[in-house]
């Protein structure tokens, strides 16, 4: 009995350990692609034949070219302008706009007030939804359908996010005091190049986090009483952006020996693109110029970073950042959305570990 | 305040002339400058490394020798800077709770205030004052990015 009870107890701990079933990825993405679309209202009229309707769609392309995203016409209906637009009467609007006589006459005749979607479809959700309302344009985005439905990670890639959640786990368990802990990964290969806890004041672990990745690439400025692991005299990759520490940690774990360690070192100094990289979408800039400050790279953090943090990581251009646990003054979904700034001059992508 | 633009002016020529975008940035505390610094982006390899960032690290080493509380001391000062900090000086600024901040130029990028409302998101108020020598420092940020960069790939240059 006692001896069960000793195993009983035993056994919270291991409940602990993170379901292999549950885990999902999910993309946190901008409110352009919520399931849930917006209204707006409009004019519309219903021209008596459909003779009609070639004179009017015609002039309204030219005079009041509003409504991209939808069709224009539907049956004998046809869009006129957002009511919001009209200051006076519908028929002061369109002769403001030069309307012709005839198609003025034919436009305030029997005028309905309706509501149309707001803006344009980006997934076959919303497009759905959409034209219960009134038939869209809509071009399908195989990536961003993808995102949205999970399916864009291979099965291979997702057994890699799940260790790194894992990790994120263990190290700061069993290293970091529970603290927030960052990793950061080159995923071409894949391979860890660097790996951060928590400091004091504002050197959160992010902060610390692309300041080790700098270590990598010859740099670094944060002084600290931690060692780093020294690389082996002419190594092809380099490991000075991983804390002692959790080396040692990694080296000791069975779970983790066919995990690869290093970074590419950074190629031919005069090369180094300067202040502002290109900003060329669809070419690898990793794989073309080398390593330079975070591009190419993934993050991983235990906890969403904040907005000082999430700021950090666009000015590091890192590619997607993954996180575990929402905080909360949390900047990429809890308390603002950083990433779905479109001012910005880099954007990455954010996926949120789900168990 | 104002009157110390010209030491954070200094320091952004200087940052400009050690290859680094120029913008310089002084951390004022009872009319003494205790910090000073530019961009030190490039010798670092490190992109958070803006000027402010340097005066906020060397703050905390200030207080560290003077044995003064840190976060009494970021209360009283006043932080005198060419360009609007971007979102994550702004952000750190505003958690460190400084009393002010005065900067010369917007940073219509990525500015912690002209871009997104840093202070909202945070959920800490500062008196911001811009707009000071705002010429002057815009015109070292101009005639930086105007120099041919050789090491900066073809692809990047825009067509005019």
Redesign the interface.
């Known amino acids: 009995m006692d001896n069960n009870g000793i195993k009983d107890n035993l056994r919270p701990p291991a409940a602990k350990k993170i379901k292999t079933d549950n885990f999902g990825i999910t993309a946190i993405l901008s409110d352009d692609y919520k399931k849930d679309i917006t209204l707006m209202q409009v004019h519309s009229c219903e021209v008596e034949s459909k003779q009609q309707l070639q004179a009017v769609i015609k002039e309204l392309a030219l005079k009041l070219p509003h409504f991209q995203h939808l069709k224009r016409v539907h049956e004998r209906n046809v869009l006129i302008c957002p009511s919001d637009d009209i200051k006076d009467t519908l028929e002061q609007h369109l002769q403001l706009h030069q309307i012709s006589e005839n198609v003025l006459k034919t436009l305030c005749r029997n005028v309905n007030v309706i509501e149309v979607p707001a803006s344009s479809a980006k997934l076959r959700v919303q497009y759905e939804q959409m034209t219960k309302y009134w038939p869209c344009k809509f071009h399908p985005d195989k990536y961003a359908e993808s995102l949205q439905n999970g399916s864009n990670f291979t099965v291979s890639q997702r057994a890699y996010h799940k260790r790194m959640a894992e990790l994120l786990w263990k190290l700061s368990k069993d290293v970091n005091d529970g603290q927030n802990v960052g990793i950061c990964v080159d995923p071409r290969r894949p391979s860890i190049v660097a790996i951060a806890g928590d400091g004091s004041?504002?050197q959160h672990c992010v902060?610390w986090l692309?300041?080790h990745v700098?270590r990598s690439?010859?740099?670094?400025?944060?002084q600290t009483d931690q060692q780093f692991v020294k690389d082996e005299p002419h190594t092809k990759s380099t490991l000075s952006g991983l804390p002692q520490i959790f080396y040692d940690y990694l080296k000791q774990d069975a779970a983790c020996q066919d995990l690869r360690l290093g970074a590419e070192l950074?190629r031919r100094e005069?090369?180094?693109?300067?202040?502002?990289?290109?900003?060329?979408i669809h070419?690898d800039n990793l794989c073309?110029?080398g390593p330079y400050?975070?591009t190419g790279y993934d993050v991983y953090l235990l906890r969403e970073p904040?907005?000082?943090?999430s700021?950090?990581l666009?000015?590091?251009?890192v590619k997607r950042i993954f996180f575990l646990e929402r905080s909360d003054?949390g900047?990429l979904a809890s308390?603002?959305q950083?990433h779905a700034?479109k001012?910005?001059?880099h954007h990455y992508e954010v996926f949120q570990f789900t168990m | 305040m104002a009157t110390f633009m010209e030491d954070a002016l200094v320091e952004a020529r200087r940052a400009r002339d050690a290859?680094?975008?120029p913008v310089g940035c002084v951390f004022v505390h009872n009319d003494k400058v205790i910090a000073r610094g530019g961009n030190?982006?490039?010798?670092?390899?490190?992109?958070?490394?803006h000027a402010e960032?340097i005066c906020?690290?060397a703050t905390?080493a200030y207080c560290r020798e003077k044995r003064l509380p840190?976060r009494q001391v970021f209360s009283e000062i006043s932080v005198v800077v060419t360009v609007e900090p971007?979102?994550?000086?702004s952000?750190?600024l505003h958690?460190?709770a400084v009393k002010e901040i005065i900067y010369g130029c917007e940073n219509d990028?990525?500015g912690g205030k002209t871009?997104?409302d840093?202070a909202a998101?945070?959920?800490q108020q500062i008196n911001i004052t811009g707009g000071v020598r705002a010429d002057e420092a815009m015109s070292l940020l101009k005639d930086f990015?105007k120099g041919e960069?050789p090491?900066?790939?073809p692809?990047?240059k825009k067509k005019k």
């Open positions: 004041s504002h902060m692309v300041d700098a690439q010859r740099g670094g400025a944060w950074p005069e090369q180094q693109p300067q202040p502002e990289p290109v900003e060329d070419a073309k110029y400050l975070c904040c907005l000082m943090c700021m950090a666009v000015h590091s251009r003054n900047a308390k603002f950083l700034v001012e910005l001059n | 290859g680094e975008v030190e982006v490039n010798v670092h390899r490190n992109a958070t490394r960032f906020i690290d905390l840190a971007c979102i994550m000086c952000a750190a958690t460190l990028r990525f871009v997104i840093v998101v945070v959920g990015y960069n090491a900066a790939p692809v990047a």
